[in-house]
């Protein structure tokens, strides 16, 4: 697998245990070509395993040339060296990968269902979508677990301004104290799915979270009678 050497443009606070990472080229090129759902695995060289790579599922959009955005949750020693490294260090980030990805013929009418941090695949096609004006119904259903902890938040409320036909639903599984939420609580069920899915389009299901998450998704979505055709989950390669 090919390696190319970005360097850190920017790396802000999103939410509890969650930042921004944005990278740039080290030389004066454009950003490589990807398909909107795509990943990359990225190797930090002053970590004290140089060659240890993680996989992150990139956020921004392929219209955008000149940087690449990943949306990361803190989770071990790796994830945490990242997060407090420096503007201007060097990343190390291999070709795109992966085949969750948009189809504007086939997956016109889309379901998002997204857990945490699976929300990164999540904007890098909804962006892609308002840029290139596709027409289709969308539905993102949101889960986490207070309101403090919805990564991308105002840009998914801009994003619901400028797509016609997409509904955001927010689902919170804690409640903090004086919450003053008024949407659903708890977790994604089939009743929710009931409620808010139009099963009647056949829409293309697009799970994607942590693995408990799609392993609830899935048993859902086969009590909901949807084909296996009809639903993308990201595959590692």
């Not at 997060?83 to 260090?89: L, M, N, Y």
């Not at 060097?90 to 009418?109: A, E, Q, Y």
Request: positive net charge; charged residues 25%; proline residues 5%.
């Amino acid at each position: 697998m090919k390696f190319n050497e970005y360097i850190i443009s920017s790396l802000t606070t999103e939410a509890p245990e969650i930042f921004i990472l944005q990278v740039i080229p080290k030389t004066n090129k454009e950003i490589f070509h990807f398909q909107p759902g795509q990943y990359c695995y990225i190797k930090n060289p002053a970590y004290k395993d140089l060659d240890e790579a993680h996989i992150f599922s990139i956020a921004s959009s392929p219209d955008t040339k000149t940087y690449l955005e990943f949306c990361i949750k803190v989770y071990g020693d790796w994830t945490k060296k990242l997060s407090k490294t420096k503007k201007g260090r060097l990343l190390r980030i291999s070709n795109p990968v992966g085949k969750f990805t948009w189809n504007n013929v086939i997956d016109r009418n889309a379901v998002f269902l997204v857990g945490g941090v699976g929300i990164s695949p999540t904007m890098s096609i909804l962006s892609y979508i308002n840029k290139k004006r596709y027409k289709g119904n969308l539905l993102l259903i949101y889960g986490n677990r207070t309101q403090d902890t919805i990564a991308y938040r105002q840009e998914l409320a801009g994003l619901a301004q400028k797509i016609k036909r997409l509904r955001i639903v927010h689902i919170l599984s804690h409640l903090l104290p004086n919450d003053s939420w008024q949407g659903y609580r708890g977790f994604v069920t089939a009743e929710v799915l009931q409620k808010e899915v139009n099963f009647h389009i056949n829409p293309t299901f697009f799970v994607i979270g942590p693995p408990i998450f799609i392993e609830k998704m899935d048993a859902i979505l086969k009590d909901c009678k949807v084909q296996g055709d009809k639903i993308k989950h990201e595959v590692i390669s």
